[in-house]
């Protein structure tokens, strides 16, 4: 039932906000998340989302989290909280990490036909740090095109 997913979604949030033993403990955000996870529905790739938050910085159980980012992109590819901690994810492993981030990054924007911001600014900053600079540019001025309220971009195209 969505009603239900959403409600349950919901909780998970707060729990999550509230902090100590709300966030680490079972019943609270991750119960609650996972409960919201297992729904189909539009509340689906959040949850798996915050799911993947909880096993990154809760349980530090990397490969689950990186488990549930993904599967939250394999429902929505612009689910933006799960996009940016895997890439993140991704880059911390060095060089080789960072290929695939950007790789995944261009899969994102080619299924979503260039809507996910949250993939062209992503791969914008690796592009840049590779001193790739002109597909840097063209990246965030993509990210622009869809969202020009981050200053961030602007700060990196030096306006």
């Known amino acids: ?11 998970g949030r707060v729990y999550w906000s509230r902090g100590g033993e709300f966030r680490v403990e079972r019943p609270y955000a ?15 790739s959040s949850a798996f989302a915050w799911v993947g938050h909880f096993y990154k910085d809760v349980a530090c159980d990397l490969p689950r989290a990186q ?55 992503r791969l914008g900053y690796i592009l840049a740090a590779n001193h790739q600079h002109e597909e840097a540019v063209t990246a965030f001025q993509n990210a622009l095109r869809v969202d020009d309220s981050r200053a961030s971009l602007w700060e990196a195209l030096g306006g």
């Open 67 to 121: 488990k549930c980012y993904q599967r939250a992109l394999e429902l929505d590819p612009l689910e933006s909280s799960a996009g940016e901690a895997l890439v993140r994810m991704l880059c911390a492993g060095g060089l080789a990490g960072c290929e695939v981030a950007a790789a995944l990054c261009r899969s994102v924007l080619e299924r979503t036909h260039g809507q996910a911001a949250w993939a062209s600014r």
């Open 1 to 11: 039932n969505q009603a239900t997913a959403e409600i349950q979604y919901r909780l």
């Open 30 to 44: 991750l119960g609650h998340l996972l409960a919201a996870a297992g729904a189909a529905g539009p509340w689906q």
